[in-house]
């Protein structure tokens, strides 16, 4: 018989490997690491177990995407921050002419 949890964890899988590939370590690493977690945890049958791992592992997708979140928004208020600084100091040149 078949566990009625597989879908749930094969679609946590699949997610947890799209959101891995953009890890800061390199998706290979992460790739990796989620192997080895879910092959450690393959003979588990308790159902409970099974979901309390599973909202684990949504758990671990959501910190993902805030670190990805995050990382993103660094990155445009760096850009940002560069953009008004030069513009700055362009308008200062500009009014000394």
């Given amino acids: 018989?078949?566990?009625?949890l597989r879908a749930e964890v094969v679609r946590l899988y699949k997610n947890l490997l799209y959101l891995g590939r953009e890890y800061p370590k390199g998706g290979d690493y992460?790739?990796?690491?989620?192997?080895a977690a879910f092959a450690k945890n393959k003979s588990v049958e308790d159902p409970e177990k099974i979901k309390e791992m599973i909202a684990r592992g949504?758990?671990?997708a959501r910190e993902l995407e805030a670190l990805y979140y995050l990382r993103k928004y660094r990155a445009m208020k760096k850009?940002?921050?560069?953009n008004l600084t030069f513009g700055l100091?362009?308008?200062?040149?500009?009014?000394l002419q």
């Fill in 1 to 4: 018989m078949a566990n009625p």
């Fill in 30 to 35: 992460f790739r990796d690491r989620l192997r």
């Fill in 58 to 60: 949504e758990y671990v």
């Fill in 79 to 82: 850009r940002n921050i560069t």
């Fill in 89 to 95: 100091l362009h308008i200062k040149i500009l009014s």
